[in-house]
């Protein structure tokens, strides 16, 4: 009886979720597409609103994802939702994805999200990251699936952003797929120019200082530190001071970024009118 109910109760959950059974494949490999993030999905189900969903390839080819762009915009939900539904395949659960998505079976997933700082055994911040991180190197392989929430944080961000390089690149080295969330412009740069590893911004209105919780691939995100700034009504000469005190070329790149996205956005309202 209990078996029977066991089964009942993952078949209401997937009615209840709109969830399939993707194409499954012995590969290392994450195709989703239109996926949402279960929780999300049901909550936003009873209170009406709608769930964006998530579509991108993790492949050979492209193997690591870096998701950038400004805070509460949906980096994390968006990690969360490709490690859920493939925590949920694995565990024999119907997923809230589209049909014809593709998903591999990992032999390991590795997760790392949120402050695990240990007082209990004096570990800091960055002293738990770099454990957790150590961890990661030592043991991913080719069926290895990471999920990485803000990589080098909890340290200056110069040397923070140095340690994050290397272990991106040594996770990279070791065949592993993943997926990596930052602030850093190192990263970001990094990503663009080696092989294996793929940029991703989610988008922002920067009008209305609203997120637009949309992923797209390909492209790293600005962070809109002084558009969000600015919006919000900090003194202009505090802002200008902030400013002078940022390297050049990293506030030209920002900025570049951000009227990228914008110019990416008027595009596609252009082509739906």
Do not use: C, W
């Not at 080098?152 to 993943?178: H, K, Q, T």
């Not at 793929?198 to 797209?216: R, S, T, W």
């Amino acid at each position: 009886i209990g078996e029977f109910d066991f089964i009942k109760a993952k078949a209401q959950l997937a009615v209840q979720m709109n969830a399939n059974l993707p194409n499954i494949t012995d590969k290392a490999l994450v195709i989703l597409v239109d996926a949402y993030h279960p929780l999300l999905f049901l909550y936003h189900k009873e209170s009406g609103k709608k769930t964006i969903p998530v579509t991108l390839t993790l492949d050979d080819q492209n193997r690591i994802l870096v998701i950038s762009g400004p805070n509460a915009g949906g980096k994390t939900v968006t990690m969360k939702t490709i490690g859920l539904n493939q925590l949920m395949l694995q565990s024999g659960l119907l997923v809230p994805v589209s049909a014809v998505s593709q998903m591999g079976i990992f032999k390991q997933l590795f997760i790392h999200i949120g402050d695990t700082q240990n007082l209990q055994f004096e570990l800091s911040t960055y002293s738990s990251h770099l454990i957790h991180m150590k961890h990661f190197m030592e043991n991913a392989n080719g069926k290895t699936l990471f999920f990485i929430d803000e990589l080098g944080s909890g340290s200056d961000p110069n040397l923070g952003g140095a340690f994050a390089e290397v272990i991106m690149e040594e996770l990279s080295r070791r065949r592993s797929f993943g997926v990596v969330t930052t602030h850093y412009l190192n990263l970001k740069v990094m990503a663009n120019h080696t092989q294996g590893i793929i940029n991703g911004a989610m988008q922002f209105d920067e009008v209305n200082l609203l997120p637009m919780y949309k992923l797209i691939v390909g492209k790293p995100g600005s962070s809109y530190t002084f558009a969000i700034a600015e919006r919000i009504g900090l003194p202009q000469h505090l802002i200008n001071r902030a400013r002078k005190l940022v390297d050049d070329d990293h506030f030209k790149l920002d900025r570049l970024l951000n009227r990228t996205e914008q110019d990416l956005q008027h595009l596609e309202k252009e082509k739906k009118e």
